[in-house]
C-alpha cells in the first residue's frame, strides 16, 4: 500500500487531542473520515506527537497508507475539501518509502508556548495564548530554564497519569524571549513526557513572577517529585511547531 507523509496544522481547541476517543471529537477521527471518504475504507493514520485535548499544531507530521497510488496533490486536497469546515488542514504531502514512520522515525519534537503579557486580555487569540496580566521577567525566566538542559530526571515535570517508561529524558533547548506582549517559550527535544512542557512553563512563569529563583528551580527538578514543581499551564497556548526527521 502507499505510504503518504502529511505536514498538519490545526486549532486544538475544539478537541479531545489528536488521538481518537469516545468522549468527543480528535483530529485524528477528522483526518480518518476525510481518508475513508476519498478511498472507501476506514484507515488508521498515525501521527509524530498525540497533544492532548485543547493543544494547537503548526507541525504535526502524520503518515498514512492508501489501497491506491494517488498523486500527493490530489491527497492533499481531497483530505483538505473532505475534511470541510472543521480547524484541520493537511499543508503538505508526499510519497514516502514503507520505512518512513510519522512517530518512531522522527528523531526531534519542537514546541513553542505563547504567553500573551499585557493588561488586556485576548479578544482574536482567545484559546490561542496563555493570558498573564502580570509584569513577567522573560529574561530572569530564560536564565532559570537553562537549568532544565540536559539529560536528567524529569519527574517534577512529568503528569501523574504519564505511560512512559522512564522520566530521564533529554532537552536540548528551553528558551524564553519576549515577543512585544508576547512572550514565547521554545522546547526541543527527541521526546517528551506527558505534560513536561505544560508543568515548565508553569514553573517558568513563577519565576517571570519573581516568586521563584533560577536555584530554585535546580532544586524542583533535582527533588524529582511533581509536588516540587510549579503549576501545570493551560493547554491553550502550547503548539506543536515541527518534528524532525534524519535525511
Not at 66 to 93: F, M
Not at 98 to 119: C, Q
Not at 178 to 200: K, P, T, Y
Request: aromatic share 8%; proline share 5%; with cysteine.
Amino acid at each position: 500500500m502507499p505510504r503518504y507523509r502529511l505536514l498538519v496544522e490545526y486549532d486544538g481547541s475544539p478537541f479531545v487531542g489528536w488521538q481518537r476517543q469516545d468522549n468527543g471529537p480528535s483530529v485524528q477521527g477528522v483526518l480518518e473520515a476525510a481518508v475513508e471518504k476519498l478511498c472507501g475504507h476506514r484507515i488508521n493514520i498515525y501521527a509524530a506527537g498525540r497533544t492532548d485535548a485543547g493543544v494547537h499544531a503548526t507541525g504535526q507530521v502524520a503518515h498514512v497508507d492508501l489501497p491506491k497510488d494517488y498523486p500527493a496533490e490530489t491527497v492533499r486536497a481531497a483530505l483538505n475539501y473532505h475534511v470541510g469546515s472543521k480547524p484541520v488542514a493537511v499543508v503538505e504531502a508526499e510519497a514516502v518509502g514503507d520505512d518512513f514512520h510519522a512517530r518512531f522515525s522522527a528523531t526531534g519534537r519542537r514546541y513553542l508556548y505563547r504567553i500573551l503579557n499585557r493588561r488586556a486580555p485576548p479578544a482574536l487569540e482567545r484559546h490561542r495564548v496563555l493570558w498573564l496580566p502580570m509584569d513577567l521577567d522573560a529574561e530572569a525566566m530564560h536564565a532559570a530554564a537553562q537549568r532544565l538542559i540536559g539529560h536528567h530526571d524529569f519527574s517534577t515535570f512529568r503528569a501523574r497519569d504519564c505511560q512512559a517508561q522512564s522520566p530521564m529524558k533529554t532537552l536540548d533547548v528551553l528558551s524564553v524571549a519576549r515577543m512585544g506582549d508576547e512572550i514565547h517559550v521554545v522546547a526541543e527535544a527527541r521526546s517528551f513526557l506527558h505534560h513536561q512542557v505544560r508543568n515548565m512553563v508553569g514553573t517558568l512563569q513563577l519565576v517571570g513572577r519573581g516568586s521563584w529563583t533560577a536555584d530554585r528551580m535546580s532544586e524542583a527538578l533535582d527533588a524529582r517529585d511533581r509536588k516540587a514543581g510549579g503549576p501545570t499551564a493551560k493547554p491553550d497556548g502550547l503548539y506543536l511547531t515541527g518534528v524532525r526527521y534524519e535525511e
